[in-house]
């Protein structure tokens, strides 16, 4: 049996959960979706990750999804003499984007761009912040002379950020290129697309994947000032949000970071867009048994919010718990879903292209509620009704039936839903009355049990939700 919640929990793989009777026993906690970082690990890896998770669907009946996160322009410092050199504070330190090997008055960066992007008094935040610089000069072609304001040891390879530089480099690098091309071979369900700027980014992206007549979902990585300055647009045109928290807390002020994940959890129930909430939500249980109390409240109030999904990175990659981790995670969500009236969206979804199905998803959610309705039932050709019935985190339980399989997984990082393969679409009564008996065979529905239905009327045309209708078990 696998732990089932509302709200999904997204795993990355790493070295520390690779074995597959691992993962098994993390899906069986509560895992959903997994996530493979391309910023680590080679093909080997990846391939024997995307079988593997195949062969569980396959072997064990579950609807898992994969999550193939782009690296993105991620920008890095070069080697360091022995490894790690240390800088002190009031210090000038130059930054060259040849090659060469760092001490602590030079250093070189992977980024050609660097010196023609930034300008003086713009700051240089290393390794996540622990080290800040100031721009003092360029040269605007291969060197920039900067400040030391936060010293500290400096090591080979650690990233860096510019909070208030507009940099030149693509969204999409060489190497996301390569990955993309790779991932999409095997079918995956979501690409997350890193360091957003616009939705220009999040277009180029889907019409790659479309080019290659996939059906892949993007995820937009929200981590950039200029992200924020662009959401409407980024949420419209992505198929999913991400608030990365760790680079978003580094380039923007960190105080300002609760409020705006609030917002955009607020953004996507109302555009009916998946949210992930991303990055230390359980750090501490890396290298500890049991998670702090600020860790605990931090998942609730995600949950709260209404995420869709929370994500763990270094817990269940490269931690040495990551079953446990899992399971302190779904005990979190559990407790808060059981309390009453966590969850309110008055939000009136309404397209002019899907009027009639989102007035219909609508009035199911506000029928299942009036009535004390067991559970939502929907067919779905496309998983539009899904992602609109979720959004509006009903009380009853969402069941999508759906003969499309590639749905069928990525409906797994939706809120709330819980889905069936079905590909018997004969007409809509005989559906109604399949489906409700695959419930009750599977004991999530009884006898007496009130069940809303929706469904396309004629079901073989396979065209928009326009039926509703509310019967006992």
Same mark, same amino acid.
């Given at each position: ?9 997204i795993?990355?793989? &790493? ?6 009777d691992i ?11 997994f996530?493979?970082n391309f910023?680590? =690990?080679?093909?080997?890896f ?21 999550? @193939? ?13 022995? &490894? ?10 130059r ?8 001490t ?12 023609e992007?930034?300008n ?12 800040v ?10 060197e920039?002379?900067a400040?030391i304001i936060n010293g ?23 190497k ?5 091309e ?19 980014d ?13 059906? %892949? ?5 929200i981590?950039?000032?200029? @992200? ?10 992505a ?5 990365a ?8 002020? #960190?105080?300002?970071v609760p409020?705006i994940?609030k ?14 909430i991303?990055?230390?939500?359980m ?8 998670p ?16 869709d ?9 490269v931690g ?16 808060v879903?059981g309390?009453?009236?966590?969850y309110?969206?008055?939000? #009136?979804?309404i ?5 009639? %199905?989102?007035?219909?998803?609508r ?7 009036k009535?004390?309705a ?8 496309t998983?539009?009704t ?14 999508v039936?759906t003969?499309n ?7 797994s990082l939706?809120?709330?839903v ?11 009564d005989?559906?109604i009355a399949?489906?409700?008996? #695959?419930l009750?065979k599977?004991?999530?529905v009884?006898? =007496? ?12 045309e396979k065209g ?8 006992h078990?």
């Amino acid at each position: 049996m696998k732990v089932q919640s509302k709200t999904k929990v997204i795993a990355t793989v &790493g070295p520390a959960s690779i074995d597959k009777d691992i993962m098994l026993k993390m899906v069986k906690a509560g895992v959903d979706v997994f996530r493979l970082n391309f910023s680590h =690990g080679n093909r080997d890896f990846q391939r024997k990750l995307f079988e593997q998770i195949r062969s569980i669907n396959e072997e064990q009946g579950f609807n898992l999804a994969v999550l @193939a996160d782009l690296q993105g322009p991620k920008m890095r410092i070069g080697e360091m003499q022995n &490894g790690e050199v240390e800088i002190y504070d009031g210090n000038q330190i130059r930054i060259s984007t040849k090659d060469g090997v760092g001490t602590a008055e030079k250093v070189f960066i992977r980024y050609d761009q660097f010196a023609e992007d930034v300008n003086p008094g713009e700051k240089v935040l290393v390794d996540d912040g622990k080290i800040v610089l100031e721009i003092v000069s360029t040269n605007r072609k291969d060197e920039a002379i900067a400040t030391i304001i936060n010293g500290g040891k400096l090591s080979s390879n650690k990233g860096f950020n510019l909070p208030n530089t507009k940099i030149s480099l693509p969204s999409l690098t060489p190497k996301d290129l390569e990955d993309l091309e790779y991932a999409l071979s095997f079918d995956v369900e979501w690409i997350g697309l890193s360091f957003v700027r616009s939705a220009s980014d999040v277009i180029e992206l889907k019409h790659l994947i479309q080019s290659q007549n996939k059906s %892949t979902k993007v995820i937009a990585k929200i981590e950039k000032p200029e @992200a924020i300055e662009d959401i409407d647009n980024i949420i419209k045109e992505a198929d999913g949000i991400m608030v990365a928290r760790g680079d978003l807390g580094v380039e923007i002020p #960190m105080q300002e970071v609760p409020l705006i994940q609030k917002a955009l959890v607020k953004k996507c129930l109302k555009a009916s867009k998946p949210i992930i909430i991303a990055t230390q939500m359980m750090e501490s249980m890396i290298v500890n048994y049991n998670p702090t109390r600020a860790e605990v409240n931090d998942v609730a109030n995600s949950i709260m919010d209404g995420a869709d999904a929370v994500m763990l990175s270094g817990e269940t990659s490269v931690g040495k718990y990551p079953v446990r981790v899992i399971e302190s995670v779904q005990k979190i969500i559990q407790n808060v879903e059981g309390f009453e009236g966590v969850y309110n969206n008055d939000f #009136m979804h309404i397209t002019r292209e899907r009027f009639i %199905t989102d007035a219909i998803c609508r009035a199911a959610v506000e029928l299942a509620d009036k009535t004390r309705a067991k559970g939502i039932i929907t067919m779905t050709f496309t998983g539009y009704t899904a992602f609109e019935i979720s959004s509006y985190r009903p009380k009853a339980d969402i069941y999508v039936f759906t003969g499309n399989r590639s749905i069928l997984n990525q409906l797994s990082l939706i809120w709330g839903v819980r889905g069936f393969y079905f590909d018997k679409f004969v007409s809509t009564d005989h559906s109604i009355a399949e489906s409700s008996y #695959m419930l009750k065979k599977s004991g999530l529905v009884k006898e =007496g049990d009130l069940l809303v239905h929706t469904a396309s009327v004629p079901m073989q045309e396979k065209g928009q939700t326009n039926m509703l209708k509310l019967h006992h078990i």
